[in-house]
């Protein structure tokens, strides 16, 4: 089945202490991209990686990082998370860059910085 | 900043109701403008997607309009049912690569 998975799906965890969210497809994308959703804020853009290697900032790339070692896999990188962190997160994928075609998310990652 | 601004913010409706969605966006050049469902804790899935040349575009019960013009686009839900229940998000490309997205309208369907 075609889909992008992300994990966890729930984490709770403390101010400061490094974590890593993955996000996995398998369908071969070139595009993959991170989101955060916020209440009255809307969906809005971490990073973003056209291809293997290709990495670059989206509308709120602070505190974040991102790395794209293979094309399947696109880990969000929170070096020492904040309260501010504390979001929906989504991962999604699709075959191009140029947002010609259908861009599927994953299944969110709620994380919760206390 | 390009904007994408939708309207209302939030909509109640009876069980077999029609109702439209609005979505204007500002600047351009214009790429190709999307729908999207959201259920609640969800990841969004696509409703459909127009390009400048189209100017409607149906997924069942769902009719997407746009108006290059005036720079509006409309989602039509038809005879609603309760699993229509959902945000629905306008996500406008401008220039091909940069995404805006507008902050949703919330539907809720009641029997």
Redesign the interface.
Known sequence: EAQ?TQNPRYLITVTGKKLTVTCSQNMNHEYMSWYRQDP??????IYYSMNVEVTDKGDVPEGYKVSRKEKRNFPLILESPSPNQTS?Y?C?SSLS????Y???????T?LTVT | KNQVEQSPQSLIILEGKNCTLQCNYTVSPFSNLRWYKQDTGRGPVSLTIMTFSENTKSNGRYTATLDADTKQSSLHITASQLSDSASYICVVTFSGYALNFGKGTSLLVTP
């Open positions: 992008v009255g804020l809307g969906l809005r853009q929906l989504f999604a860059s140029d947002h010609l259908e861009q599927y998310f994953g299944p969110g709620r």
